[in-house]
């Protein structure tokens, strides 16, 4: 079971435990123990839906609705349209996705209006230690990092300007120059030695907030994909470090 499997069969996980015995929904839920990132986005759906299940639950039905609904059983087939008591319902449904929207998406906390916002970081992690994976071609390469910050200032991309950057300069081999979500990206690439390449991620935090980003002073330190990875914000900008191949450490490099 992949990621994006145990997330369908989670979506449908109901309150109290009630599917917790269901085998696939097992298989699910460790997957998710031992996924952070599946984890944190669980959290979230259970959070929404207990939230969904509160503002239905305060939704008070009019007296009168079980009489006028038997009643208008009568002109279903001489009149298609709406009758009082269907859009009772359809109102009182509606007042219910309002209340969510205003809990889950506050606007004064929360601009955007979207949970994209408040896992960014994580998602970006995951699409850049892809990318590694998947191979790409560098715009620039020369192990010149004052020719490389001049790449940058010519395509408007940040500057690396990391003291794990500082420490790695030395060993520089390229750059590229590149758009993730909308915003400009910087990625500096390092040979330490000839079995050892580190890419270094680079993007402007622009007084926005994203979910999964340690806080100022931590570098946290993952493995994504079999990727060893260090995430950490520094100077307003958020920083990522990608082993190339599995079994390399970023840890020794910061």
Request: glycine fraction near 6%.
């Amino acid at each position: 079971m992949d990621k994006e499997e145990a997330k369908l069969i989670l979506g449908c996980y109901r309150p109290n435990g009630r599917d917790a015995s269901d085998p696939e929904m097992r298989q699910a839920l460790e997957l998710a123990e031992h996924d952070p990132e599946l984890s944190i986005w669980f959290k979230r759906e259970q959070e929404i839906d207990s939230v969904i299940c509160q503002k239905v639950s305060e939704c008070q039905v009019p007296e009168s609705l079980k009489t006028s609904i038997m009643a208008g059983r009568k002109l279903v087939k001489i009149n298609s349209r709406f009758k009082p008591p269907q859009l009772l319902a359809m109102a009182a449904v509606l007042i219910a996705l309002i209340a969510v929207s205003v809990v889950i998406f506050p606007g004064d906390q929360n601009p955007g209006g979207s949970f994209i916002a408040q896992d960014g970081f994580l998602k970006f992690r995951s699409e850049m230690v892809q990318f590694v994976q998947n191979g790409f071609e560098l715009d620039v390469q020369t192990g010149d990092t004052e020719e490389l910050n001049q790449w940058f200032i010519q395509h408007s991309s940040p500057l690396i300007d990391s003291d794990a950057a500082q420490h790695l300069a030395q060993h520089a081999m390229g750059c590229k120059a590149f758009r993730w979500d909308g915003k400009p990206v910087s990625l500096m690439c390092y040979r330490v030695d000839e079995d050892q390449v580190l890419h270094l991620f680079v993007m402007d935090l622009q007084q926005q907030e994203l979910g999964g980003l340690p806080q100022q002073d931590i570098k946290l330190l993952e493995t994504v994909n079999q990727r060893s990875t260090a995430s950490w914000q520094e100077n307003g900008k958020a920083y990522l470090l990608v082993a190339h191949t599995p079994g390399i450490k970023v840890a020794p490099f910061l």
